[in-house]
């Protein structure tokens, strides 16, 4: 029971209401604010260039013997392992805070329990659109272009970042649950390599040997550099795109929830 003196010394204060968004705000502006300064973004504007020449380079004359344009035809897998690599940071931020304890301290505190997730995905939208117009102007350097127009370029810039933010869902809840980032990175590393290699992103599906083209051909990173490749030249329908939503719709079904547990649950 607070004695009188006590109510009377807090009387003057004002009464705080707890904002969800001025709370995101902050713990957003927090996590931007880190990547800056220990050069996160700096990485996110690299690490596009890296690969864009490491996938770029070694086929580019193969695929112009075919008549490959290959610049146009490599872009759109350079731009999903560049949302990959998000999905990674994201993945590793979440379980550094929950290793060092940070997600159980903001628990026991008057913040929004949605509010930490909240933070992490949109910190990583920043470093999504960081290297996603760092990777198209990669692109564009090598003799990438749009050419169905702006419009259709903004549908695909959406797309992408889209796809970056469901896997960045799914990455924040293994996170979270597992609290190991070393680790953590080199689980995420594998699937990857192995989604990425075994597309249609890099060589066409005739370039499969016969056993693996059902599955090069029909897995979600195929159809997802299928779709933004028709985006980028103008081709966009529904016919081509429902089965990359259909994926996108079913990924974002199981991860978010999941996501939401992850990080909401008392561990």
Sequence with gaps: MSSPAATTLFAELPVVHPSSFAQWRALTGRIVRTMATKGELYVAVLTPLVVTAAFYLPLRYVMKFQGI????????????????????????????????????????????????????????????????????????????????????????CGFALAVGVVLTLGADALGSLTKNPEALSQALTLPILIFGMLSTGFVPEGAFPTWARAFARNQPISQFAQTLSDMAAGHLSWAGSWVSLVWLGGAATLFLPLAVWASVRRS
Aim: no cysteine; charged share 10%; glycine share 10%.
């Design 69 to 156: 344009d290959y610049a146009q035809y490599v872009m759109p897998i350079i731009v999903l392992q560049t949302m990959a690599m998000t999905m990674m940071s994201n993945a590793q931020l979440a379980a550094f805070e929950a290793l060092t304890g940070l997600s159980a301290r903001l628990q026991t505190m008057p913040i929004g329990s949605l509010v930490p997730l909240l933070s992490r995905v949109s910190a990583g939208i920043v470093r999504s659109v960081v290297s996603l117009i760092a990777t198209v102007g990669y692109g564009y350097l090598i003799g990438f272009r749009f050419t169905g127009g702006w419009e259709q370029a903004l549908v695909f």
